[in-house]
């Protein structure tokens, strides 16, 4: 990509992501000392509310809706998350419980961030991602761009299929609901 033809922040987004990811897997020893200056550029903060809008989503403590924000205007909610990242006030709220039934008549938990925190989340998401990934080994699955249970189920039933003896354990009932 050439940077002069970069017009969507989508595309600034993906070219840093990029230079990012290069530079984590050419120094595996490499800190990455600063890059809060990333998360609060102004492309950085659009790709995450894209994200964020597309995700759809309840409103957290503050009750206040993906539709209040287009209402009051997307742009000066962007800019107002830039500018509290900017000056270091910003802080995140506290997270919404909700409660959602299960078969067993048990209920999971669930924690919901607000619409503002969920975009800095992003943002920060967006600028850690390639980092991480590049730490992660090819038959790595959990939580991971592109890749999920069926990948990782597919991953196991071709190794299976293949000369030799396997041992497979999976065991993640109850996981996210365990205490620790």
């Given at each position: 990509m050439n940077a002069d033809r970069l017009t969507t922040p989508k595309e600034k987004v993906q070219q840093l992501q990029e230079k990012l990811g290069h530079?984590?897997?050419?120094?595996?020893?490499?800190?990455?000392?600063?890059?809060?200056?990333?998360?609060?550029?102004?492309?950085?903060?659009?790709?995450?509310?894209?994200?964020?809008?597309?995700?759809?989503?309840?409103?957290?403590?503050?009750?206040?809706?993906?539709?209040?924000?287009?209402?009051?205007?997307?742009?000066?909610?962007?800019?107002?998350?830039?500018?509290?990242?900017?000056?270091?006030?910003?802080?995140?709220?506290?997270?919404?419980?909700?409660y959602i039934p299960k078969k067993d008549g048990k209920q999971r938990p669930l924690g919901i961030p607000t619409v503002r925190d969920r975009v800095v989340q992003m943002a920060t998401k967006l600028m850690v991602e390639p980092i991480f990934e590049a730490d992660f080994h090819e038959t790595s699955f959990g939580f991971r761009p592109k890749r999920g249970a069926k990948g990782a189920l597919e991953r196991i039933r071709k190794a299976c299929n293949r000369k030799g003896n396997w041992v497979v354990d999976v065991d993640i009932q109850g996981y996210f609901g365990a205490p620790r």
């Amino acid at each position: 990509m050439n940077a002069d033809r970069l017009t969507t922040p989508k595309e600034k987004v993906q070219q840093l992501q990029e230079k990012l990811g290069h530079a984590a897997k050419e120094n595996k020893k490499r800190k990455f000392h600063a890059l809060y200056d990333k998360v609060h550029r102004w492309d950085v903060l659009c790709e995450a509310w894209k994200r964020v809008r597309a995700n759809k989503g309840a409103a957290g403590i503050d009750a206040i809706t993906l539709a209040d924000i287009e209402k009051q205007g997307e742009i000066s909610f962007i800019k107002e998350c830039q500018r509290e990242l900017q000056e270091g006030t910003y802080h995140p709220d506290p997270v919404r419980r909700h409660y959602i039934p299960k078969k067993d008549g048990k209920q999971r938990p669930l924690g919901i961030p607000t619409v503002r925190d969920r975009v800095v989340q992003m943002a920060t998401k967006l600028m850690v991602e390639p980092i991480f990934e590049a730490d992660f080994h090819e038959t790595s699955f959990g939580f991971r761009p592109k890749r999920g249970a069926k990948g990782a189920l597919e991953r196991i039933r071709k190794a299976c299929n293949r000369k030799g003896n396997w041992v497979v354990d999976v065991d993640i009932q109850g996981y996210f609901g365990a205490p620790r």
